[in-house]
């Protein structure tokens, strides 16, 4: 499923970024949407061992924060619907550190290219006069190399259950 996601994501942000109209810009938010919300259903219930309620009380918050933010386009450059993202990410990346999960580093490296990532998509606007080519590209190479990372991570922790 998750992988299924990842090419949906891929596809969703070519036609975005081609087209620029609004079907392409829910194809391209869609499936990043339910990739977060399938890999935080399942990181908590396989990894954590959360509970099915705590997961949808966890998953409830999430969208409510991503609603709130985008209340607010303009504040941070249309980034600040992504802080939830990050803000989970730590709670995972601080989980699976502490709980000694295998390459337990990884997540924790997965946060900090994320924050970079979101860092390149805040500035892109600012920094678009003094670098001709931006830096959105890079926001998007970041988050695809996030995306493996994380499914790699959660692969790994799945299959030495097994």
């Not at 998750?2 to 975005?16: D, E, K, T």
């Not at 194809?27 to 949407?33: F, N």
């Not at 409830?60 to 450059?77: A, C, E, M, R, T």
Request: with cysteine; proline share 2%.
């Amino acid at each position: 499923m998750l992988i299924v996601l990842i090419v949906g994501i891929g596809l969703g942000s070519f036609a975005f970024h081609t087209l620029a109209n609004r079907w392409s810009m829910i194809m391209d938010l869609i499936p990043i949407l339910l990739f977060q919300l399938v890999y935080y259903w399942l990181y908590g219930r396989k990894i954590m061992q959360l509970k099915a309620l705590q997961s949808i009380a966890l998953l409830s918050v999430f969208l409510v924060l991503i609603s709130l933010g985008k209340l607010y386009p303009q504040i941070f450059n249309g980034s600040l619907l992504y802080f939830p993202t990050l803000l989970l990410l730590a709670i995972i990346s601080l989980f699976h550190y502490l709980h000694k999960k295998t390459e337990r580093w990884l997540i924790l490296g997965v946060f900090a290219l994320f924050l970079l990532s979101l860092s390149f998509r805040t500035l892109d606007n600012l920094l678009c006069q003094q670098i001709p080519l931006g830096t959105h590209f890079l926001w998007h190479l970041s988050c695809g190399l996030t995306v493996y990372l994380l499914t790699r991570a959660l692969i790994v922790n799945l299959t030495e259950k097994i």
